[in-house]
């Protein structure tokens, strides 16, 4: 009989990286859903042996060392092609294409056909495309990867894992500093249920059947983080539509923080101390406390270089990038609060998951008073544009001032 019954992480606090199931050489450890969707490891006391395995890897009850405050840069691909397809400045697949180039392998989140959003292993710069632009939706990391990431690093091979910094986190407590393994974590707004995101995703098909795939971001308008849109297939041509009114509800209730898993709200990882050899989010403030030398318009991700691994891999593609050094406090300034605190937990949060099961999404907007993208009429292009060439020829008439002055 034994003397210990073992206790994971509290409820609140768990992350659902599974590391603990990894760790488990028994598979006492099976993952449950609670009612919003959200996957939770459960021990089978009657196969646990009590070794502590699963206590020792856990992130949250054996907290892995953050690295120190790292050198921060506003950054982006000069590959335009890249930059076109990503979210931000296109970093990620600038490393990414540098760790396939030698033969590693990267891990990173796909959206499945069923609407799920896992992490995925590629070996092949072709498949680069699955792992590229943001999912505002947990990520599943399935006792599967975590294998395969273990063999592959045994049979040498370097491997590039890019995820939220609780799943970076679960990697290297899994893997200790193994040198072969470089992190990429991801400045977090919090996560989403997979369960809930699935459910909208598969109306949103019945609603536009010739649906192919879903974006989070407007890939041509980086300063725009609202845009929805989806690819359709008319006719066998791929064109990208643009999504106005309900189906639009799902961005707002993220960015005000009703979807999130429970301990997003308390997170350990929004510091400017990271745990990933890289961090990487958009630059949002840039070039609003102080000018930069470059097109940042087109794409301008923040990266935080945190450790020697970090640095080595910077140095190596250096030449295919664009980097200038800045204040961490800049973009914190402008946008990135997660950098230094969590989601604030609204009281929202108590009932949204509740009333989405219960609830048509008509009913549910107006409860909680969501903000839908409308379409912009005729009238409102022209008195934009109108306004636009207003202020154009003010600035001119300025400038024309200045030098008449300068020229006195």
Not at 20 to 41: S, T, V
Not at 149 to 156: E, M, Y
């Amino acid at each position: 009989m034994r003397n210990d019954i073992i206790e994971l992480c509290l409820v609140q606090e768990c992350t659902g990286c599974f590391a603990c199931e990894f760790a488990c050489k028994k598979a006492a450890i099976r993952r449950e859903k609670n009612d919003e969707g959200f996957e939770y490891p459960k021990i089978n006391h009657d196969v646990c042996v009590s070794c502590h395995a699963c206590q020792k890897i856990c992130p949250v009850l054996s907290p892995i060392a953050k690295f120190i405050e790292g050198d921060v840069y506003a950054s982006w691909s000069k590959n335009e092609n890249i930059r076109s397809k990503s979210s931000s400045g296109g970093m990620f697949s600038v490393f990414a294409e540098q760790i396939l180039s030698e033969g590693g392998a990267v891990v990173g989140a796909q959206m499945d056909e069923d609407y799920y959003v896992r992490h995925i292993v590629i070996c092949e710069q072709a498949d680069l495309d699955k792992l590229r632009g943001s999912k505002y939706v947990q990520s599943i990391i399935s006792h599967e990867l975590y294998i395969e990431i273990q063999k592959r690093l045994h049979a040498g091979q370097k491997i590039l894992f890019c995820g939220t910094p609780c799943q970076v986190a679960a990697i290297r407590k899994a893997f200790r500093n193994n040198q072969l393994l470089f992190t990429i974590d991801l400045v977090c707004h919090g996560v989403p249920s997979p369960d809930f995101f699935a459910g909208f995703m598969r109306r949103l098909k019945k609603r536009i059947p010739n649906m192919v795939s879903y974006q989070f971001r407007d890939y041509k308008n980086w300063l725009v983080c609202t845009n929805v849109n989806v690819n359709v297939n008319v006719n066998g041509q791929i064109s990208t539509r643009y999504l106005y009114g309900e189906p639009t509800f799902y961005q707002d209730a993220f960015l005000k923080g009703y979807l999130h898993r429970e301990n997003c709200y308390s997170c350990r990882y929004t510091t400017i101390s990271r745990v990933g050899d890289i961090t990487l989010a958009d630059f949002w403030g840039i070039g609003k406390e102080r000018p930069i030398d470059g097109n940042y318009k087109g794409g301008c991700s923040m990266m935080s270089v945190n450790s020697a691994n970090g640095r080595d891999l910077l140095d190596i593609v250096k030449d295919k990038i664009f980097y200038e050094e800045r204040d961490i406090q800049e973009t914190i300034n402008g946008g990135n609060e997660q950098l230094v605190s969590p989601t604030t937990r609204t009281i929202e949060r108590d009932t949204f998951y509740k009333d989405a099961n219960l609830l048509n999404y008509k009913k549910l907007i107006k409860k909680y008073n969501l903000k839908l993208r409308k379409k912009t009429t005729i009238l409102q292009r022209i008195m934009k544009k109108i306004k636009s060439v207003l202020k154009y020829h003010t600035n001119e008439e300025k400038k024309e001032k200045n030098i008449t002055y300068h020229n006195l």
